[in-house]
């Protein structure tokens, strides 16, 4: 099985400032890697897909790279409502393991 | 609009069996791999498996943690999938959701999730 690391598990930050999780798998993905955003009590929301593909009506201070195993996601310019939980997944082969997700705090 | 709606969560004893639900609308759900994804209460998410479409074999996988006691299936004719669950545990306690793909078999849209809760 493929499995997921994701970190940091925790982040402080300040509106305005410039924040990178990153997840790494234990094999290449090929770009089978998305991110999701969740609030509480509120199911995830899907925001990258393919690594670097932004979903429709997501802003772009959202973003996402990398290639084979490792995989980061930027937000450029944190915003009050950006602060909540995120997380990675890969879904290169099943079984489709999320990472341990990054809950980001002001 | 895309919806997503689950139901059939409760209150279950150790080793008993629910049947959880989840309607589809406001996209050709024929067409479309479905998820289901669980989340414990203050802890992080878990795929538990999935199902593809008609035109892929209606091919299932599921999680090593629920392989042989949780069957995924689909009616398209009611635009329902369904994940039944046996021998359920204490660990199996969680929020359910249930996810559509938007490509490459990623959870792009997700339902609102119904609560199981297994304890004596």
């Known amino acids: 099985d493929i499995r997921m690391t994701q970190s940091p598990s925790s982040l402080s930050a300040s509106v305005g400032d410039r924040i990178t999780i990153t997840c790494r798998a234990n094999?290449?993905?090929?770009?089978?890697l998305h991110w999701y955003q969740q609030k509480p009590g509120k199911a995830p929301k899907l925001l990258i897909s393919a690594a670097s593909s932004l979903q429709s009506g997501v802003p772009t201070r959202f973003s996402g790279s990398g290639s084979g195993a490792e995989y980061t996601f930027t937000i450029s310019s944190l915003q009050p409502e950006d602060f909540a939980s995120y997380y990675c997944?890969?879904?290169?082969?099943?079984?489709?393991?999320f990472g341990q997700g990054t809950k980001l705090q002001i | 609009e895309v919806q997503l709606v689950e139901s059939g969560g409760g209150l279950v004893q150790p080793g008993g069996s629910l049947k959880l639900s989840c309607a589809g609308s406001?996209?050709?759900?024929?067409?479309?791999?479905m998820h289901w994804v669980r989340q414990a209460s203050g802890k992080g998410l878990e795929w538990i498996g999935r199902i593809r479409s008609g035109v892929n074999n209606y091919a299932t996988a599921y999680a090593a943690s629920v392989k042989g006691r949780f069957t995924i299936s689909r009616d398209d004719s009611k635009n329902m999938v369904y994940l039944h669950m046996d021998s359920l545990k204490s660990e199996d306690t969680a929020m359910y959701y249930c996810?559509?793909?938007?490509?490459?078999?990623?959870?792009?849209?997700w339902g609102q999730g119904t609560q199981v809760t297994v304890s004596s």
């Open positions: 996810t559509r793909s938007l490509g490459l078999d990623n959870c792009g849209d």
């Open positions: 406001g996209f050709t759900f024929s067409g479309s791999a």
């Open positions: 094999q290449s993905i090929y770009n089978y």
């Open positions: 997944q890969h879904t290169y082969s099943t079984p489709y393991c």
